[in-house]
């Protein structure tokens, strides 16, 4: 059976976040009020590596492309050859008013697919290279909303998807701080296309808001996209998840 909260609280701390905080999630909002030092977010290389490659099976992470987060931010520590881009994304990736934006435990590992590495990737490194360079949140905003303007990030791919099937992960303080799923990122606005949310329904949406949960993005010049959510029965090793009743 599909755990709705559980999947929910994956697309409220790591990707995007859903519209209204749970009210658990608000009890924590001053727990992390700033950035921690950088070095709490920061993993040894090898580590790091391996836990990217495990957001996949490894028929297809062992042949991506894996980045991992330096001092100045992502770094590619090996080229692959398939296509795809294994990461670990940090709490920063969630929307800035997330309660956990700064929380320095989260360790989302991902494996995107060609399509997503070209529309996402860009993405996460603009922010990630902002934050580890000392910038404030308004200063991230208004370089997302710059790079958008002048064309210098990409419009979102169709096709995109995103692995999240590491049993290693670490997503949000809350329940059991992870979930096997896959995401697939989307400008379509008719989440019933999609059957999200519909009753019986294994696919969760929320949107992808760059700014908060109460601040409409498009209105800031920021595209507004939705990220599509599957929870999945098994961990990347072909082991079983717990999806909990």
């Given at each position: 059976m599909i755990n709705e909260g559980r999947i929910r609280t994956v697309l409220v701390v790591l990707i995007t976040a859903i519209?209204?905080?749970?009210?658990?999630?608000a009890a924590q909002s001053d727990k992390y009020p700033s950035m921690a030092p950088v070095n709490q977010y920061l993993m040894e290389r090898t580590a790091e590596i391996l836990l990217a490659r495990s957001a996949a099976p490894d028929s297809i992470s062992s042949d991506a492309t894996v980045l991992v987060l330096g001092s100045q931010g992502y770094e590619t520590a090996i080229r692959g050859k398939n296509g795809f881009v294994c990461m670990v994304e940090r709490s920063w990736m969630a929307q800035f008013d997330s309660p956990e934006f700064w929380n320095p435990k989260v360790r989302g590992a991902e494996c995107l697919n060609r399509q997503a590495a070209?529309?996402?990737?860009?993405?996460?490194?603009?922010?990630a290279r902002?934050?580890?360079?000392?910038?404030?949140?308004?200063?991230?905003?208004s370089a997302l909303e710059a790079a958008f303007k002048n064309k210098q990030l990409p419009d979102v791919e169709s096709g995109n998807m995103v692995f999240m099937?590491?049993?290693?992960?670490y997503l949000s303080d809350q329940g059991n701080h992870n979930g096997s799923h896959l995401m697939f990122f989307n400008t379509l606005r008719d989440v019933k296309d999609w059957g999200a949310g519909a009753p019986g329904s294994p696919v969760f949406s929320s949107p992808w808001w760059f700014l908060s949960s109460q601040e409409s993005s498009h209105a800031k010049g920021?595209?507004?996209v939705f990220v599509f959510a599957v929870e999945v029965p098994k961990w990347s090793d072909g082991s079983a998840a717990h999806m909990e009743q």
């Open positions: 519209s209204f905080l749970a009210p658990k999630a070209r529309s996402i990737v860009p993405i996460a490194e603009l922010r902002m934050v580890m360079t000392g910038r404030t949140k308004a200063e991230i905003v099937m590491s049993k290693s992960a920021l595209p507004p």
